[in-house]
């Protein structure tokens, strides 16, 4: 977890800035990328089986790739970032894809506290929630924002994902984010009364370019921890009653 001593303020500022400097490249990565991601997709929309007009909130929604489909399934698509240089990237692939998409400025916890109780079908939030500097509240925050038979579908990087092999030392600086690994993840949704519906893995090249060391063939027949940990990132579907 982060430093107890660090100012949430400070954090997210020194957030937003490094993203805001990424933008570019993170939308020119994701472009590149997003044909390798077909069967993530393709689940994903399985299993959030979306029916016309609900409503989806992408939380951290980065340069849109994620909200785009989303809107292209039939949702009606709120969509936030810290990163006002993100949005704009967003705003763009929305244009070319000929969807709609509402574009909010500000980080998750506070834009989905900004939000009517039971405003959304459909939370997505991938490759967010490890940078949040209060893991709990926006969780909750998850469940006040979902109406009744909500989902909730997000993803964090595995323990030896590819995302994080030249990070470990930075998780000892004062100001680090929370690195909470998938298994941590659907415990803490379990202790906060969410039901854990789905789970699988990703095991492709992460977006700084470094390839996964495992492929999905060869942790298929391993313990579920053992494959959550080797994932590139893994993706749970999660219910509230």
């Given at each position: 977890?982060?430093?107890?001593?660090?100012?949430?303020?400070?954090?997210?500022?020194?957030?937003?800035?490094?993203?805001?400097?990424?933008?570019?490249?993170?939308?020119?990565?994701?472009?590149?990328?997003?044909?390798?991601?077909?069967?993530?997709?393709?689940?994903?929309?399985?299993?959030?089986?979306?029916?016309?007009?609900?409503?989806?909130?992408?939380?951290?929604?980065?340069?849109?790739?994620?909200?785009?489909?989303?809107?292209?399934?039939g949702a009606?698509?709120?969509?936030?970032?810290?990163?006002?240089?993100?949005?704009?990237?967003?705003?763009?692939?929305?244009?070319?894809?000929?969807?709609?998409?509402?574009?909010?400025?500000?980080?998750?916890?506070?834009?989905?506290?900004?939000?009517?109780?039971?405003?959304?079908?459909?939370?997505?939030?991938?490759?967010?929630?490890?940078?949040?500097?209060?893991?709990?509240?926006?969780?909750?925050?998850?469940?006040?924002?979902?109406?009744?038979?909500?989902?909730?579908?997000?993803?964090?990087?595995?323990?030896?994902?590819?995302?994080?092999?030249?990070?470990?030392?930075?998780?000892?600086?004062?100001?680090?984010?929370?690195?909470?690994?998938?298994?941590?993840?659907?415990?803490?949704?379990?202790?906060?009364?969410?039901?854990?519906?789905?789970?699988?893995?990703?095991y492709t090249?992460?977006?700084?370019?470094?390839?996964?060391?495992?492929?999905?063939?060869?942790?298929?027949?391993?313990?579920?921890?053992?494959?959550?940990?080797?994932?590139?990132y893994w993706?749970?579907?999660?219910?509230?009653?």
């Amino acid at each position: 977890m982060m430093n107890r001593d660090v100012a949430p303020d400070d954090w997210l500022e020194r957030t937003r800035s490094a993203w805001n400097e990424r933008a570019s490249s993170w939308d020119r990565m994701h472009r590149e990328v997003d044909a390798t991601w077909v069967a993530d997709k393709e689940r994903m929309l399985a299993a959030l089986a979306i029916r016309p007009g609900e409503r989806a909130l992408d939380a951290g929604c980065g340069p849109g790739q994620w909200a785009v489909v989303l809107a292209q399934a039939g949702a009606t698509v709120t969509a936030t970032d810290l990163s006002p240089e993100m949005l704009k990237y967003a705003a763009r692939r929305a244009a070319e894809a000929g969807v709609t998409l509402d574009l909010r400025e500000g980080d998750v916890l506070a834009q989905t506290l900004a939000l009517p109780a039971g405003a959304f079908d459909i939370i997505h939030c991938r490759c967010v929630l490890q940078f949040t500097h209060d893991l709990v509240a926006v969780l909750e925050a998850f469940a006040r924002a979902l109406a009744p038979g909500g989902r909730l579908l997000t993803a964090v990087p595995g323990a030896l994902s590819p995302i994080y092999r030249d990070s470990y030392r930075r998780f000892l600086e004062p100001q680090a984010n929370n690195r909470v690994n998938p298994l941590e993840l659907e415990r803490l949704l379990e202790a906060l009364g969410w039901q854990v519906r789905d789970g699988w893995g990703i095991y492709t090249t992460a977006g700084n370019g470094e390839p996964n060391a495992f492929t999905e063939p060869d942790v298929l027949r391993l313990p579920k921890p053992l494959q959550q940990a080797a994932a590139t990132y893994w993706v749970t579907l999660a219910t509230r009653s």
